[in-house]
Antibody, heavy 115, light 112 residues
């Protein structure tokens, strides 16, 4: 059974940093692109970043470029999102999802940016 | 960015009746590999999104056959043949052809 478990969300002050993790199981992690998607409270869905199977290609939505870094550890079947210079508008539930077309999703981890 | 426009944004439906959601993209979703990466997701209250349909009309495993997808180019539709109580939630279309992946605004399906 495919499982994605998101963790690392927290309350952080504006300008702060946070690292999200996603632990994958039930499939060959190294064979899939992986993605991060976020959902602000009461709002719709927004793709944040994705990463190729071997980590050689990464894409970011413009609003997080230069502040967020997506990475992966295939040996640990884990996906990460390093978030720096956090802003209030980054407040959201962050989901990891499998593939470019998001066939499986984690349960989400809540990031709140507030003073 | 590709803009995905859904309609309606709110859809009250009687149990057992059909429902239809439209999704239009601001540019063609036909990829260089010839596939059209148009997906539909269901988000039930308090839950993570779940993919229902991929590449316009292919149902994911475990998705009831009352859900169907159709369309081409820039115009797509999700249909529920007979709405059941468990179908309540928000439905999103998403294009997976261009980066960034973009979603429609969401259509809230509720029971009348």
């Amino acid at each position: 059974e495919v499982q994605l478990v998101d963790s690392g969300g927290d309350l952080v002050q504006p300008g702060g940093s946070l690292r999200l993790s996603c632990a994958a199981s039930g499939f060959t992690f190294s064979s899939y692109w992986m993605s991060w998607v976020r959902q602000a409270p009461g709002k719709g869905l927004e793709s944040v970043a994705n990463i190729k199977q071997d980590g050689s290609e990464k894409n970011y939505v413009d609003s997080v470029k230069g502040r967020f870094t997506i990475s992966r550890d295939n040996a640990k079947s884990s996906l990460y999102l390093q978030m720096n210079s956090l802003r209030a508008e980054d407040t959201a539930l962050y989901y990891c999802a499998r593939g470019n077309n998001l066939d499986f999703w984690g349960q989400g981890t809540l990031v709140t940016v507030s003073s | 960015d590709v803009v995905m426009t859904q309609s309606p944004l709110s859809l009250p439906v009687t149990l057992g009746q059909p429902a239809s959601i439209s999704c239009r993209s601001s540019q063609s979703l036909v990829s260089s590999d010839g596939h059209t990466y148009l997906n539909w997701f269901q988000q039930r209250p308090g839950q993570s999104p779940r993919r229902l349909i991929y590449k316009i009309s292919n149902r994911d495993s475990g998705v009831p056959d009352r859900f169907s997808g159709s369309g081409s180019g820039t115009d797509f539709t999700l249909k529920i043949s007979r709405v059941e109580a468990e179908d309540v939630g928000v439905y999103y279309c998403m294009q997976g052809t261009h980066w960034p992946r973009t979603f429609g605004q969401g259509t809230k399906v509720e029971i009348k």
